[in-house]
């Protein structure tokens, strides 16, 4: 499997920006350079705000932030890189002569993608020494965030190259689809090139405007394509008949004058103006920054929703990131032994927005999901972890009592702590807590019951004697302590 260890971004705008975002948040030295006089700027904030996607989007562990390196010449941003990523205005001369530079300082087993979102490959790699490592990387906005790059080779790619990137890709937490034949606009931009201009068509004729339109979008289809896509969506459309089902049913109706497809809009002023008025009113006056993070706490909230979906196992986008996360994991340098003579502090988490109901507060299920990502934290210190549960054992949650005693907001940074009550073969007694991290105030608590499970089985099962052992220590340091306050409370109880 190809690794990488170091990139290079040429250009740094709105998508070279959030490359380099992605790859710094993978633990990638990066070097970017890009000759704009507000460059560290305009990348600072992007990699702000991906940083703040990051921090709501997984609980699991990220690698050592990579070093983001500004860079005076294109020479020395890419001489050292194993991935380097053009991202430079679409234009076909200006790309061109970019790569070749590129080409010509690159190590030889460096891989050199190009984010353009419609030049063909073989035209960008014409006058490189070096075409056979060159590929189309187009990713969309924003890239530190949505997962999916379309990988092109051209005429002189080799499919070795275009095998590395994709196994690169995997590495940064994105789904690398590869083209089978190089086409202007690949295939993610002509969908949305046909939905566009249907989309200004119905602007220009004044059958709704711009936020009506999106709402159309947003609130119907735009959904099933988040994890479904098209031809699947269709497929049960079709009922238990399937796809050719419905192909048979509405196969017909593509002949029918409905749309414009074929007939583009005249984009003149006044067009322009009507469209950039609307969008101004939807706005509703917010920055380009603030749209930026609303999107993006969208999306986690999506991926967050889609990662638990099919029974558990993940769905589309929600998958990746569990498989993401999986690796992320079992990458993770161990952490410090913790202070047994004290609960266990396991968890930091921050309210997001996706985890807040329309008071603004930390939703009912959230507290029930941080509880159990304390417990796994627990079971991961003692060795129960992913390469345990996949071996056929867990910890199941069998009894759980929870106490809600303050609220947590949005934006609030949180940690928790676990106490061991008691422990044998089969079973772990345990009492966490969420605590306010500037206060120390204790916001919930949580006593629960585990059971150690043979899931073949499916039945109760004594846990092997590696992981007692691991047990051992804590629970002989937590017989020490004070029984918590509510041990042992049922529902209803007077306090």
């Known amino acids: 499997m190809t690794t990488i260890t170091k990139a290079a971004c040429i250009g740094g705008g709105v998508i070279g920006g959030a490359w380099a975002a992605r790859f710094v948040l993978a633990g990638i030295d990066t070097r970017i350079y890009d000759p704009h006089p507000e460059a560290e700027r305009i990348i600072g904030?992007?990699?702000?705000?991906?940083?703040?996607?990051?921090?709501?989007?997984?609980?699991?562990?990220?690698?050592?932030?990579?070093?983001?390196?500004?860079?005076?010449?294109?020479?020395?941003?890419?001489?050292?890189?194993?991935?380097?990523?053009?991202?430079?205005?679409?234009?076909?001369?200006?790309?061109?002569?970019?790569?070749?530079?590129?080409?010509?300082?690159?190590?030889?087993?460096?891989?050199?993608?190009?984010?353009?979102?419609?030049?063909?490959?073989?035209?960008?790699?014409?006058?490189?020494?070096?075409?056979?490592?060159?590929?189309?990387?187009?990713?969309?906005?924003?890239?530190?965030?949505?997962?999916?790059?379309?990988?092109?080779?051209?005429?002189?790619?080799?499919?070795?190259?275009?095998?590395?990137?994709?196994?690169?890709?995997?590495?940064?937490?994105?789904?690398?689809?590869?083209?089978?034949?190089?086409?202007?606009?690949?295939?993610?931009?002509?969908?949305?090139?046909?939905?566009?201009?249907?989309?200004?068509?119905?602007?220009?004729?004044?059958?709704?405007?711009?936020?009506?339109?999106?709402?159309?979008?947003?609130?119907?289809?735009?959904?099933?394509?988040?994890?479904?896509?098209?031809?699947?969506?269709?497929?049960?459309?079709?009922?238990?008949?399937?796809?050719?089902?419905?192909?048979?049913?509405?196969?017909?109706?593509?002949?029918?004058?409905?749309?414009?497809?074929?007939?583009?809009?005249?984009?003149?002023?006044?067009?322009?103006?009507?469209?950039?008025?609307?969008?101004?009113?939807?706005?509703?006056?917010?920055?380009?920054?603030?749209?930026?993070?609303?999107?993006?706490?969208?999306?986690?909230?999506?991926?967050?929703?889609?990662?638990?979906?099919?029974?558990?196992?993940?769905?589309?986008?929600?998958?990746?990131l569990a498989d993401f996360e999986k690796r992320l994991w079992s990458q993770a340098k161990p952490k410090p032994a913790p202070d047994l003579a004290a609960p266990l502090r396991l968890v930091e988490a921050k309210v997001s927005a996706a985890w807040v109901d329309y008071n603004g507060h930390m939703t009912e299920h959230r507290y029930l999901q941080l509880f159990g990502d304390t417990a796994d934290a627990l079971l991961r210190l003692i060795g129960v972890d992913m390469a345990y549960v996949e071996a056929g054992h867990s910890y199941y949650t069998v009894e759980s009592h929870l106490r809600h005693l303050g609220e947590a907001r949005l934006g609030q940074s949180l940690y928790t702590t676990v106490q061991l009550l008691k422990t044998d073969e089969k079973r772990l007694h345990l009492f966490s807590t969420i605590n306010d991290a500037q206060s120390g105030t204790v916001l919930a608590t949580a006593e629960q019951m585990m059971l150690h499970v043979d899931s073949a089985a499916g039945k109760a099962a004594p846990a092997p004697a590696e992981v007692l052992a691991r047990l051992a220590p804590i629970a002989q340091a937590h017989a020490g302590l004070t029984l918590p306050q509510g041990v042992g409370r049922h529902v209803g109880q007077a306090r």
């Open 45 to 320: 904030e992007v990699l702000a705000n991906a940083e703040r996607a990051y921090a709501m989007l997984t609980m699991a562990p990220l690698p050592a932030r990579g070093k983001l390196i500004f860079c005076k010449s294109l020479k020395e941003a890419v001489e050292e890189a194993d991935w380097i990523q053009e991202s430079v205005p679409e234009r076909l001369e200006l790309k061109r002569g970019v790569l070749t530079e590129i080409d010509r300082h690159a190590r030889a087993d460096a891989l050199i993608g190009s984010s353009t979102s419609g030049l063909l490959p073989s035209d960008l790699q014409r006058d490189m020494v070096h075409p056979d490592r060159f590929f189309v990387a187009h990713p969309y906005n924003p890239v530190y965030l949505l997962p999916l790059v379309e990988l092109v080779g051209g005429q002189k790619t080799t499919a070795e190259t275009i095998a590395r990137a994709q196994a690169a890709a995997a590495q940064i937490g994105m789904k690398g689809v590869v083209i089978h034949k190089e086409i202007e606009a690949f295939v993610g931009d002509r969908l949305l090139e046909a939905l566009w201009r249907e989309a200004l068509w119905l602007i220009h004729d004044d059958i709704c405007d711009t936020e009506t339109l999106d709402d159309v979008i947003r609130y119907s289809f735009g959904l099933r394509w988040a994890q479904m896509g098209l031809f699947e969506t269709y497929r049960i459309a079709g009922g238990e008949a399937g796809m050719r089902h419905f192909l048979a049913q509405f196969g017909p109706c593509l002949a029918w004058p409905w749309t414009k497809l074929t007939d583009v809009v005249d984009l003149d002023e006044a067009l322009v103006e009507k469209i950039g008025a609307q969008s101004d009113v939807q706005a509703k006056g917010r920055s380009i920054r603030e749209l930026e993070r609303i999107r993006d706490e969208n999306l986690v909230g999506i991926f967050q929703a889609l990662k638990g979906g099919n029974s558990g196992e993940g769905w589309g986008a929600g998958k990746l």
